[in-house]
C-alpha cells in the first residue's frame, strides 16, 4: 500500500519569506511523486512531478522540491513567498502497478501575509 | 483542445433524487479517473477507466454509484438516491497513460445534497 502524509493543515509566512511544505511518502516499491496546488472551487493544477530522474526537481512558479529516499520525503519549497501563492496544496504518490492512480495527502493550506 | 471539462460545476439536488455528471477528458488521453473531495480533505480516488474498460472501483464506489465511459471518450458518473453524506467535489482528470504521466484535472462539479 502507499500513502502519503503532509505535515501540517495550515502554514503561514510572511510574504517574501521561504515556503517549506511538508510530504512523506509510504511505497513498498519507487514511486512518482507529485505536488498540486488547488485554489478555491477549482481543480488541482501540477506543479512538479519526481519520476526517478534527477532528485532535485523545478516546477512551476518557482517551486521546487527533493527526493530524499533516505527520508521518503519529497518536501515542497519555494525560496521568497507571493500574495497569489495562497493555496492549498496536495502531494501525492503513484505507482504503475496500481493503474497511476492517485494516493493523495490531506493537504496543506498555505497562508501568505503582506 | 482546452483541458478536461466537467459539466455541471455545481449541483443541488434534494435527498434521494438521482445525479448524473459529465467529464470529456483530454482527446489523446486513454485513462481518465474520478475522485471525490470533501472540505478540508485531499481527493479520494473513485474509479478510473482505460479507454472504455473500467478497471478498478473503490470501495468508496457504494452500489449507489456508477460511472461509464461507453466510447472510451467522455465519461459520465451518476449518483442514485443521494444522501447527504454525497455532498463533496466530485473530480475528473485524464492522462496518457504512461508510467509517471501526470493527470490533468478538470474544474469539479460540486454536489450539495439538501
Known amino acids: 500500500a502507499q500513502s502519503v502524509t503532509q505535515l501540517g493543515s495550515h502554514v503561514s509566512v510572511s510574504e517574501g519569506a521561504l515556503v517549506l511544505l511538508r510530504c512523506n511518502y509510504s511505497?513498498?516499491?519507487?514511486?512518482?511523486l507529485f505536488w498540486y496546488v488547488q485554489y478555491p472551487n477549482q481543480g488541482l493544477q501540477l506543479l512538479l512531478k519526481y519520476t526517478s530522474a534527477a532528485t532535485l526537481v523545478k516546477g512551476i512558479n518557482g517551486f521546487e522540491a527533493e527526493f530524499k529516499k533516505s527520508e521518503t520525503s519529497f518536501h515542497l519549497t519555494k525560496p521568497s513567498a507571493h500574495m497569489s501563492d495562497a493555496a492549498e496544496y496536495f502531494c501525492?504518490?503513484?505507482?504503475?502497478?496500481?493503474?497511476?492512480?492517485?494516493?493523495f495527502g490531506e493537504g496543506t493550506q498555505l497562508t501568505v501575509n503582506p | 483542445d482546452t483541458g478536461v471539462s466537467q459539466d455541471p460545476r455545481h449541483k443541488i439536488t434534494k435527498r434521494g433524487q438521482n445525479v448524473t455528471f459529465r467529464c470529456d477528458p483530454i482527446s489523446e488521453h486513454n485513462r481518465l479517473y474520478w475522485y471525490r473531495q470533501t472540505l478540508g480533505q485531499g481527493p479520494e480516488f473513485l474509479t478510473y477507466?482505460?479507454?472504455?474498460?473500467?478497471?478498478?472501483k473503490s470501495r468508496l464506489l457504494s452500489d449507489r454509484f456508477s460511472a461509464e465511459r461507453p466510447k472510451g471518450s467522455f465519461s459520465t458518473l451518476e449518483i442514485q438516491r443521494t444522501e447527504q453524506g454525497d455532498s463533496a467535489m466530485y473530480l475528473c482528470?485524464?492522462?496518457?497513460?504512461?508510467?509517471?504521466?501526470?493527470?490533468?484535472f478538470g474544474s469539479g462539479t460540486r454536489l450539495t445534497v439538501v
Open positions: 482528470a485524464s492522462s496518457p497513460g504512461q508510467p509517471g504521466e501526470y493527470y490533468t
Open positions: 477507466f482505460q479507454n472504455e474498460a473500467q478497471l478498478e
Open positions: 501525492a504518490v503513484s505507482r504503475e502497478t496500481s493503474g497511476s492512480r492517485l494516493t
Open positions: 511505497s513498498s516499491v519507487p514511486p512518482y
